[in-house]
């Protein structure tokens, strides 16, 4: 089983879409910090954009139930948006924290992971610069 994780309205081809959104693409309109999936069940998970509308509590809660989920050896893969400034991602009222690479590692270093990997990386995305951590998770 692989999952998109707050898929709004761009569900990964080949993933269930979980969101708490009933107006997306979700086939499950549910809470990622109460995944509805039984542990050790999903094989893969997708995440993009969602960690920076979680305050750093919720983030802990959200990486939680992702070692929860997983099957061992499966792996989670998250881009989280890493803008320029906080005062520039904050500008959206729904993006409740700024994330730094180092406040990534130290807030899922907690779980037993078996290998961690967290990039930033800019680069361009048609005519505009992108700032953004991706993380690789594998349990």
């Known amino acids: 089983m692989k999952v998109d994780i707050g898929c709004g309205h761009h569900k990964r ?19 990622a910090l109460d995944l509805p999936f039984k542990d050790n069940s999903v094989d893969e998970i997708y995440c993009s954009h969602l960690v920076e509308h ?14 929860r989920v997983l099957k061992k050896g499966s792996q989670a ?5 890493h803008d320029w400034s906080k ?5 959206k009222p729904d993006h409740k924290y700024r994330y730094s690479v180092k406040e990534l590692k130290k807030i899922f270093q907690q779980f037993n992971f078996s290998q961690s990997e967290v990039r930033k990386k800019i680069y361009l995305f048609g005519f505009h ?9 594998i349990k």
């Open 13 to 31: 081809e080949g993933f269930i879409g979980l969101d708490i959104d009933s107006d997306s693409q979700a086939d499950i309109v549910g809470s």
């Open 54 to 67: 979680f305050t750093p509590q919720q983030a802990k809660i959200f990486f939680s139930e992702i070692y």
């Open 77 to 81: 893969g998250l881009k989280v948006d």
């Open 87 to 91: 005062k520039k991602l904050l500008k």
């Open 129 to 137: 610069l992108r700032n953004k951590i991706f993380i690789k998770l």
